[in-house]
């Protein structure tokens, strides 16, 4: 065993043992250490026995234990935890010193962090983490930003503990500055949250409106696995429909509908707000979960509220096609808003952001890997400056031949009463976005006519406002403007 650590690991929950355990299993020699120190003796005489980890029960210990300059990943609860151990452990770094936070953290606090410790000479990275228990031990996808010098250090171990595409490249590589990769991690879990809510919505369709079987639903799904839909959470959907429980009977049926979330989704939805993006559909499948949680107020309201009792008389298997279709084409809508999101932040915060290289590193690794990813990495070689991705050729042509499908399963959704929020409001942006004249002309004047917030014409140039005294008794002084 060598005298010294590659690398140091605070935080020995399952993430945190888990990538100790890759990080070993790759050639590199990794000190941990954990607030209860108890957990590094029981780990290294269990999991870590006899492996390349060295044990340390003391901030001081781990330090020690480092090679220089010394590196030192965070495996710790986001928020006051990670900023009380940074406080720890800056008495005992030198500068040049590197402090990775591996969390899920908030961007803007990944921001402050890299500047508070790049003003005391040290370097900081804050980089997600995707992939769960699994990905984390054996390969996860990184998405890193902080101090760019900082890279260099880290660079060696973490692309060779990160998961590979089918040609050997890591599903890691820098994102950017201070808050960068939180942020793209961040995205991450909202599409996340978005393909689940899809998915769900689908499972929803064919469950309530075609009354399938968790088995029939669990090879419609493994039919989707082997096409456009190919991705982890279709193959982990078609798993677990067919999973039983003790008595035989599919165990998805007796999981309370009550979904829970951990704040990341809710932050995706924050940040388009703060952005001026409309992010409809990763918001949607946030509310979805809120209302989900309603579970007593919705058995309450379902015994007084009513709907159309779901019937459906057309071709099975025609439907199905269709479905596969709209989810196919909504899924779209929900990577198309994400990179959005990601150019008006990369503008915002002064990023240079590879949008072409972040769909690389989710092809594996983590919970959205999917064939498509490769897709949406050949639209920016295509074009990397690509404002939006229905602009790409593929993607128009895909929506297009998409579309009528699209709307037929949505039209008999809602005349049957199947609650589809996050494919509802998918289409609903398509056809704002292609629409050349929306209704917001009479909202201007709404505003303009109670609160004199004045609104441009289409017969003057962009940027000239007027205000119309509508009553006659108004006045003409106008308020100021505001444009998202």
Known sequence: MNDKADIGLVGLAVMGENLVLNMESHGFTVAVFNRTVEKVDKFLAG????????????????????????????????????????????????????????????????????????????????????????????????????????????????????????????????????????????????????????????????????????????????????????????????????????????????????????????????????????????????????????????????????????????????????????????????YTQGYVLLRAAAEEYKWNLNYGGIALLWRGGCIIRSAFLGKIKEAFDRNPNLSNLLLDPFFKETIEKSQEAWRRVLSASVLNGIWTPAMATALNYFDGFRNVRLPANLLQAQRDYFGAHQYERVDRARGEFFHTNWTGHGGTTASSAYVV
């Open 47 to 334: 999991r870590a026995k006899g492996k390349k980890i060295i044990g340390t029960h003391s901030v001081p210990e781990l330090v020690a234990s480092l090679k220089t300059p010394r590196t030192i990943m965070l495996m710790v609860k986001a928020g006051a935890p990670v900023d009380e151990f940074i406080e720890h452990i800056i008495p005992h770094l030198e500068k040049g010193d590197v402090v990775i936070d591996g969390g899920n953290s908030h961007f803007p606090d990944t921001i402050r962090r890299t500047k508070y410790l790049e003003s005391k000479g040290l370097l900081f990275i804050g980089t997600g983490v995707s992939g769960g228990e699994e990905g984390a031990l054996h390969g996860p996808s990184i998405m890193p930003g902080g101090s760019p010098p900082a890279w260099q250090y880290v660079k060696p171990i973490f692309q060779s503990i990160a998961a590979k595409v089918a040609d050997g490249t890591p599903c890691c590589d820098w994102v950017g500055e201070n808050g960068a990769g939180h942020f793209v991690k961040m995205v991450h879990n909202g599409i996340e949250y978005g393909d689940m809510q899809l998915i769900c919505e689908a499972y929803q369709i064919m469950k309530e409106l075609l009354g399938m079987s968790a088995a029939e639903m669990h090879d419609v799904f493994e039919k989707w696995n082997k096409g456009p839909l190919d991705s982890y959470l279709v193959e982990i959907t078609r798993d677990i429909l067919a999973f039983k429980d003790t008595d035989g009977e599919p165990l998805v049926n007796k999981i309370l509908d009550t979904a829970g979330q951990k704040g990341t989704g809710k932050w995706t939805s924050e940040e388009s707000l703060n952005l001026g993006i409309p992010l409809t559909l990763i918001s949607e499948a946030v509310y979805a979960r809120c209302l989900s949680a309603m579970k007593n107020e919705r058995v309450e309201a379902s015994k007084v509220l009513s709907g159309p009792k779901p019937k459906f008389a057309g071709d099975k298997q025609a439907f199905l096609d269709d479905l596969e279709k709209a989810l196919y084409a909504s899924k779209i809508i929900s």
